[in-house]
């Protein structure tokens, strides 16, 4: 039996799919302990509908090392498309960046091989260069957890959105923090995401959608609609709302 009344469950039904936003995979994300097989498994048990592939992509990633840096990069996304065709899951291509100035991460949605291959080369750009360069209608380009230890918050008319709920169970993301900089800083997308590294961390957060996109193009206007809930731990969370 739901503890809702049930104006919100009828509410609340009509937000059907589930989305992880930020996630990573092993080897290309050294950080993460998920090849693309049990990356696929973990979520699909979890009742996840879709998923976004965002790999960390900076100078100093052991792609970068090898004769074709983002054909090697793109691998696990690739791997991990196909088990999420199998198992009837949306597996999306985004990116995590980092450039050389500092430690702050991006994520990037909209992004395809073509783009990374143009980029891969320009990460000692600073993030403002890069912004100013790459921003567009049909891309989103976000900070990723702007107030974790060692991370400068970007202002914001250098960004289009931010990752105000990081739902990392291991990392202190500050989010009443993020959540209150957004309007400051009037940025208009918020964002969130589980930054699924480890066994056992799938299903902590994801982004509840009335639509499911099917490519990069659905997912970016999906962001820019703003229709759209978060869920924390099963929980429903509404981003926009206010008293």
Do not use: W
């Not at 991990?80 to 450039?99: I, P, S, W």
């Not at 918050?153 to 993301?173: L, Q, T």
């Not at 930054?195 to 962001?223: T, Y």
Request: charged fraction near 20%; proline fraction near 6%.
């Amino acid at each position: 039996m739901s503890i809702y009344p049930t104006e919100i469950q009828n509410f609340l039904s009509q937000y059907q799919y589930k989305i992880e936003l930020h996630a990573h995979t092993a080897p290309v994300s050294p950080c993460s302990e998920l090849p693309p097989r049990e990356f696929i498994a973990r979520l699909k048990e979890q009742g996840y509908d879709a998923v976004v592939v965002t790999n960390h992509f900076f100078p100093g990633g052991p792609f970068m090392k090898t004769d074709d840096p983002v054909g090697t990069y793109l691998a696990d996304f690739e791997a991990a498309k196909a088990e999420g065709e199998a198992a009837g899951m949306t597996v999306l291509l985004g990116a995590e960046f980092r450039f050389e100035e500092n430690s702050n991460d991006y994520l990037v949605f909209g992004v395809d091989e073509a783009f990374l291959r143009e980029t891969v080369v320009r990460l000692n750009l600073t993030f403002r260069e890069f912004y100013d360069i790459y921003h567009a209608e049909n891309r989103l380009i976000c900070q990723a957890h702007p107030f974790r230890n060692g991370i400068v918050a970007m202002d914001g008319a250098h960004m289009d959105g931010i990752e105000a709920f990081n739902m990392h169970p291991g990392h202190n993301s500050r989010i009443t923090v993020s959540a209150r900089y957004a309007d400051e800083q009037n940025i208009p997308i918020l964002t969130i995401g589980t930054d699924l590294h480890h066994r056992g961390h799938e299903g902590s957060a994801a982004l509840r959608a009335k639509v499911l996109p099917k490519n990069n193009d659905e997912l970016v206007a999906l962001l820019r609609s703003r229709d759209y809930l978060f869920e924390v731990g099963g929980r429903p969370l509404l981003p926009y709302a206010s008293f």
